[in-house]
């Protein structure tokens, strides 16, 4: 297929399209999907500046759980060799399992509630504020060689993905036709050019899982098909001429999931399922971190450039090999399956009443009965929580990472009880002889209703605890910040979270950071 270049405002950049497009499509530079074409021209890209290299891989609409039954041999491949972390994305209402917010969430670096994409209209997007890792890269790095190549031509219209690409390739959605094109184009430009950065979107998976569903045999081969188009990719990588001097890092993620029978948006665990690849310098062969969300494919670029993240990107993500120091990630071994509950398969372990070293949870003051998994402070993953009962906003606990710590009356009331909800959780303590100040950092989700009551406490010495925050209205996954003065012969200090209740609703607690100033 004959390829036209076509100028982009800044001479650096070029658009390729392929030629006898329509009059619709040539206007925005976008391909008329061919009907049979012979291998494509790649772009000319400048030369690339540096040893340490990223290719992005986005696989539209890949449910992890699906590849297992797949062949993928490259995808397996950098599993056994790279870190391999799995998630479960937000819901409405801080956006649907759906592309737009989903790529917006990987380019950014940021959720949804910063870059402000709910939908597929892409209203409200900020950009601006929140750019694509390709546009942060030429903005902080403008001598890097950058290159982008997709078949969902809103990925270019809303500015989501290709802004600051020296030269991008945008096809119309015949993902059957132009995955394979996109293949071919980038396999020229890895073997024969010499760029830094890449990102790459293939679309079949997303079609054929609408088409068929991901149970099908047919979503199975075609994620076979995507995976030997990255075998392609990584063969590409490893012919390069200079690829004995070069650190290449390659990172594969998708959007969202699907549901068995086929489709996405909704808040179902099948459709919330997401996972972040990654293998390069750095990263731990292996590695299965349990606390890798969506926003970290962007740190994970910026860190395998060897770029330092300006705190006023307002970036949510971390790179993927940083390792969890947070004490209730150590409960993950320990966590058992369901009690009481049953929307929860018997298989999903997700739970436990037994607190971290030095942490302890006070229920003296708590009431009897409800249901067991709930009963006081508990300990819990994204996945067990939330199937507790879906669409009461559980699931825009994003900023929490693999366990947390939950009071919920709400579930605890599911069975019959007597009394009131009131449970404490209390940090160890932490030193602060000569410290003038001690301040908190923690993240939370919080939905208020009636006369419940949630209240942060400081105790200097071990004495009589002293409120300094009560919530009173919805926190929706925010990180918090409390300082507080240090009363002079203090030599320690522990902080509580107390939460009362009567069949209301829930608070969190996860990332608990005590320093001293």
Known sequence: MPITGISAPLSRRTVL????????????????????????????????????????????????????????????????????????????????????????????????????????????????????????????????????????????????????????????????????????????????????VLFVYFGETDEIGHTYGAASPRYTDAIDVQDGYLGRLLAAIRARPAHADERWTVIVATDHGHTDAGGHGGSTIEERRTFVLAQGPGIAAGARPIDTRLVDVAATVFQQLGIVPDPAWGLDGKPIQDRSTDPFDTLYPTLSGRVDETGIPAGILGFTHTAPSGWSVINNAMGTGGTTEWRGWSFATDEFWCRAQRDQSRELNVRARGVFAVADSDEWADKSFSGTYDSTLVTPAHGVSGATAVRLDFTTLYRQEGGQTAQVLVSFNGGTPTPVKSYTADVVSQPQSLTVAVPAGASSVSFRFRYTGSDNWYWTIDGVKISTS
């Open 17 to 196: 399209a392929a030629a006898g497009a329509t009059a619709a499509t040539a206007a925005t530079g976008l391909a008329a999907a061919p009907a049979a074409r012979a291998a494509p021209a790649a772009p000319t890209l400048p030369n690339g500046t540096s040893r340490d290299k990223v290719l992005v891989v986005g696989m539209d609409g890949l449910r992890y759980d699906r590849i297992d039954a797949a062949k993928a041999p490259a995808l397996k491949s950098l599993m056994a060799n790279g870190t391999y972390g799995r998630s479960l994305l937000y819901a409405n209402p801080m956006a649907g399992t759906l592309s737009g917010p989903g790529w917006s969430t990987i380019s950014t670096g940021v959720w949804p509630d910063k870059h402000g994409v709910k939908d597929n209209t892409f209203a409200g997007r900020d950009y601006g504020r929140y750019p694509g890792f390709l546009a942060r890269l030429n903005q902080v790095r403008p001598g890097l060689s950058l290159f982008a190549a997709v078949d969902w031509p809103e990925l270019d219209t809303y500015g989501t993905v290709t802004p600051g690409a020296d030269a991008k390739l945008v096809y119309a959605n015949d993902y059957a036709v132009n995955d394979l094109a996109i293949t071919e184009i980038t396999e020229d430009v890895l073997r024969n050019q010499n760029p830094d």
